[in-house]
């Protein structure tokens, strides 16, 4: 059975960073699309980053880039999500997020498994 498990999540002052960890079991991910996702009360899950076979990360045109960096070690099956600058608008639930296939993927909908989720709040 396949597992998620996010944690790293808490709380930081605004231009702090945090460090989130996913740990996957049950199965293998390298050839799988892996990614985090984020999401605050009443709006979507939005796409944070994403990452296929160990590479470059794929991030959202948005502030996100140039702060979070993606990552994973599929030796260990553990994927990260560096998050520096923070700012009080990335306060939300973070999941991470792994998909069926290897291709790009930025839609909840394209991630077959999920995390519980890890909560950061950033404080201004």
């Known amino acids: 059975q396949v597992h998620l498990a996010e944690s790293g999540g808490g709380l930081v002052q605004a231009g702090g960073s945090l460090r989130l960890s996913c740990a996957a079991s049950g199965r293998t991910f390298s050839n799988s699309f892996m990614g985090w996702f984020r999401q605050t009360p009443g709006k979507e899950r939005e796409f944070v980053a994403g990452?296929?076979?160990?590479?470059?990360?794929?991030y959202p045109p948005n502030s996100i880039k140039g702060r979070f960096t993606i990552s994973r070690d599929d030796a260990r099956n553990i994927m990260y999500l560096q998050m520096n600058d923070l700012k009080p608008e990335d306060t939300a639930i973070y999941f991470c997020?792994?998909?069926?296939?290897?291709?790009?993927?930025?839609?909840?909908?394209?991630?077959?498994?999920w995390g519980q989720g890890t909560q950061v709040t950033v404080s201004s």
């Open positions: 997020a792994v998909s069926n296939a290897i291709g790009v993927r930025t839609l909840p909908a394209q991630f077959a498994y």
């Open positions: 990452m296929g076979r160990v590479g470059e990360g794929i």
